[in-house]
């Protein structure tokens, strides 16, 4: 399975905007990018996700390399509740639907 | 409201006993997971069943054991066997469309502890 790099943890200020970055430079070409969070003591929640195009949703968005070998949730307008672990995660259309969890990136916000 | 309910929250349990987990979604989705949680680590996956009476280990399932008799349960037994049973225990369940794009809904959470 192709793998993602993700800094460890990542620090913003409350109500500025928080670029989370990631790698995947062995991204197969059937490989969606998913993005998910996990608030303390939770189970994660589906953020967002995209193949080639740039993708919004009311959480966030997703910027995705042209050569798609990385990307970029931003979280428009940063607040405390978005202090979370972040993961992101390759999904490949016909696998069979396993989800791989790395150590993700754990955002802190600052009042 | 739909959604997927773990029970008990925090389950505590002597070491050498069998202890199942119990997790039911009313999504009606085909597949369902367990992960296990470690602090400060990622999920890895125990077990995971896309059909009833049907399921598939995880990187992890030496020690655990699951059944999927009903499209809505899929209950975890942590047996004696499991080493280092002690975690935050999560399930989640999904459609299945092999499409690489079904979100995965999880549960709270249980969080185990053997003394």
């Known amino acids: 399975d192709a793998k993602t790099t993700q800094p460890n943890s990542m620090e913003s200020n409350e109500e500025e905007p928080v670029h989370l970055p990631c790698n995947h430079s062995t991204i197969s070409g059937t490989d969606y990018i998913h993005w998910y969070r996990q608030l303390p003591s939770q189970g994660p929640e589906y953020v967002i996700h995209g193949l080639t195009s740039n993708v919004n949703n009311r959480m966030a968005s997703l910027a995705i390399a042209e050569d798609r070998k990385s990307s970029t949730l931003i979280l428009h307008r940063a607040t405390l509740r978005d202090a979370a672990v972040y993961y992101c995660?390759?999904?490949?259309?016909?696998?069979?639907?396993?989800?791989?969890f790395g150590k993700g990136t754990r955002l802190h916000i600052l009042p | 409201d739909g959604g997927i309910t773990q029970s008990p929250k925090y389950l505590f349990r002597k070491e050498g006993q069998n202890v199942t987990l119990s997790c039911e979604q009313n999504l009606n989705h085909d597949a369902m997971y367990w992960y296990r949680q470690d602090p400060g680590q990622g999920l890895r996956l125990i077990y995971y069943?896309?059909?009833?009476?049907?399921?598939q280990k995880g990187d992890i399932a030496e020690g655990y054991s699951v059944s999927r008799e009903k499209k809505e349960s899929f209950p975890l037994t942590v047996t004696s066997a499991q080493k280092n049973p002690t975690a935050f225990y999560l399930c989640?369940?999904?459609?299945?469309?092999?499409?690489?794009?079904?979100?995965?809904?999880f549960g709270p959470g249980t969080r185990l502890t053997v003394l």
């Open positions: 989640a369940s999904s459609i299945f469309s092999g499409q690489g794009t079904d979100t995965q809904y």
């Open positions: 069943s896309q059909i009833v009476n049907d399921f």
């Open positions: 995660i390759l999904r490949d259309r016909g696998r069979d639907d396993k989800i791989i």
